[in-house]
């Protein structure tokens, strides 16, 4: 993110500005004086911004207090400056002073409540906002700040409060609805979500906003088919919106309909450049599809496009590995972990990989830092228990498994799994002990069992201890 978009300027005209910056350097590098008025200081404040140099900026505003020491709105620029690089206590001071020649102004209230906010007073904040509540031309603008507040602290009943407050103040405010909108996906309401996002749209029936909104509540609400249908409706409203193809291609992605996920994807880099995120959901879809080619160019684009994130080569790393190419897997796995030596998915899958190889010790060492990071990851101890079956060392990859189970004695399905491999070493006892406790926590899940073992299901005891809980569990 650029330091313009950080601080919250769009785009500024540079010709325009460009006289009163050379005019200002100038006075600079002589040591000289001049006066500028604040229009400006103002050109000159964004251009600063615009190009990162926040430095320049602040120097700016030092010296045109200097020209204009009763100027509020220097004081506010200080202090929007100071607290968006995290100096809350000289962000206060400066807006305290813009305050002290211009209590009234909105945006400096604002400010300030942000301040306090950061700094942890959130209920002062709040006092402040309903003060300037009372005064206010538009007080909906001021209930919406509050309910930024709040829900920035996690606030989401008083969040809650404050955005209908707002909506209450002015209907047509639809940045409050779709905040209330996004406290109830905070909170997991998703048919309080719904009905909000309904009722905007009988009365804008063409917010394609609203659509795309409804369609990613539907989404998190298990309703696949509705959600879909939500962003075919914001297309046909605006058929450029990118978000619209994404969210839909999510979606088609997540349900396996994954031809019609990549042509959504690709329908979205037609109109705009992609993402990192929709770059690699291309990938997958390319894999999934088995066009190992496409797949490996887009898992490149991604190293390419954002390769500072070890997520990136893990992915890559795990597409050639299960493409059993362990050796190339294994480098983007070390780039990964020097990226980030913590990064749970790379430390496995470097322990997969040398495994396969036959490094074993290795494998053996990059295992037990995996562990280390995350051993609540069920999906770990069970690939690598198949793994030790798999190459014949059934009594180690039950030792394995029941250490798993320690970390996660909830997970069915290592115990279904263990008792599988109990069975094959000839402990019947323990399997059966281990394939009820298995059954107490999820019968559904049962056909776990012979999926590992086929031969199990010829077990008549093993059939009629799962019937058994089967039947009581109906």
Known sequence: MSNS????????????????????????RAGNSAFFDLAAVENIYYHYLRRNEVPKALKLIDYALGIHPGSADLYYKRASTLFELGKY??????????????????????????????????????????????FATEPEEVFFQMGTIAQLSA?????????????????????????????????????DAIKLYERVLNQHPFSHFAWLNLGLIREQAGQFEKAIDAFDFALAIRDDFVPAYCAKGNVLLEIDRISEALKAYLDSTAIAKPDHGTMVNIAICYERMGNYHEALRYYSRCIDHAPEFAETWVRMGTFLYNHEKFMESI????????????????????????????????????????????????????????????????????????????????????????????????????????????????AENCEVLFEIEPALREIPRVRETIRLFQKENC
């Open 331 to 442: 480098s983007y796995f070390r780039k990964a972990v020097e990226k980030d030596e913590q990064h749970f998915d790379a430390r496995f899958g470097l322990a997969r990989a040398e495994f396969r190889l036959g490094n074993h010790v290795t494998a053996w060492e990059e295992l037990e830092v995996a562990i280390s990071i995350d051993p609540h990851d069920p999906e770990m101890w069970e690939t690598w228990a198949t793994m030790l079956r798999e190459e014949g060392d059934t009594s180690g990859a039950i030792q394995f498994l029941r250490k798993g189970m320690q970390f996660n004695s909830d997970n069915a399905i290592l115990y279904y799994q263990c008792s599988a491999y109990e069975f094959v070493a000839g402990r019947h006892g323990r399997a059966m002990t281990l394939l009820e406790n298995a059954l107490l926590m999820d």
């Open 5 to 28: 978009e950080f601080f919250g300027f769009e785009g500024y005209d540079e010709e325009d500005v460009q006289v009163d910056v050379d005019r200002y350097e100038k006075m600079v």
């Open 89 to 134: 206590e000289k962000a206060k001071k400066q807006v305290l002073l813009a305050l002290s020649l211009n209590p009234f102004d909105l945006d400096y209230i604002f400010l300030h409540s942000e301040i306090l906010n950061q700094s942890g007073q959130y209920d002062t904040a709040i006092l402040e906002l309903e003060k300037a509540a009372t």
């Open 155 to 191: 606030e989401y009943a008083d969040a809650e409060k404050f955005f209908n407050r707002a909506i209450d103040a002015n209907p047509e405010l639809l940045d409050a609805v779709f905040e209330l909108g996004y406290c109830y996906e905070y909170q997991q309401r998703f048919e």
